[in-house]
């Protein structure tokens, strides 16, 4: 007597086990997740909004920049791509490595995210406090928050 402990296991801990079924379901959960936060960015931006961090807060976050970035790959001005973003190139590589980490083992991936994420603090940080440019900047006075903040406590909304 044989006992199937492939079904008594979480699908989440199978990952080299998954079946074709269950990474393309995968697959297509996560295409659609791209294309609703590309309709939650396209909204953003009509509003004028652009990054809801810096909206928030008045702080770029580490991606900031990168939506100037890929456009400029776009027109081939590659001197502006790395002027708003220097990480720029990286952007397909995390696109295929969101979309097709079911596909791959733990041992490629899990080291490439954390690659990734420590080079874009790094380039954070850099950004922030070692250059002198105007795409990643602290203004915590255009921060909604503080401006809601202030206008609460000189009186309120009138």
């Not at 001005?77 to 995390?94: C, E, K, R, V």
């Not at 991936?109 to 850099?126: E, S």
Request: proline residues 5%; contains cysteine; hydrophobic residues 50%.
């Amino acid at each position: 007597m044989s006992i199937n402990l492939r079904n008594k296991i979480p699908f989440y801990k199978l990952r080299a086990g998954y079946s074709n079924d269950r990474r393309y379901f995968i697959l297509k959960d996560r295409l659609k997740l791209c294309f609703y936060l590309f309709i939650i960015y396209l909204l953003l931006s009509l509003l004028h909004i652009g990054c809801p961090i810096k909206f928030i807060t008045g702080i770029s976050c580490p991606g900031c920049g990168m939506t100037r970035a890929v456009f400029s790959v776009l027109r081939l001005n590659f001197d502006d791509a790395f002027y708003f973003h220097p990480l720029f190139f990286l952007s397909p590589i995390m696109l295929f490595l969101f979309l097709f980490e079911p596909f791959m083992k733990p041992s490629f991936y899990k080291p490439a995210w954390f690659i990734i994420i420590l080079v874009f603090l790094i380039a954070y940080v850099i950004r922030l406090f070692f250059t002198q440019n105007n795409v990643v900047e602290i203004d915590i006075h255009e921060g909604i928050v503080l401006k809601l903040l202030h206008q609460i406590s000189v009186g309120g909304f009138k």
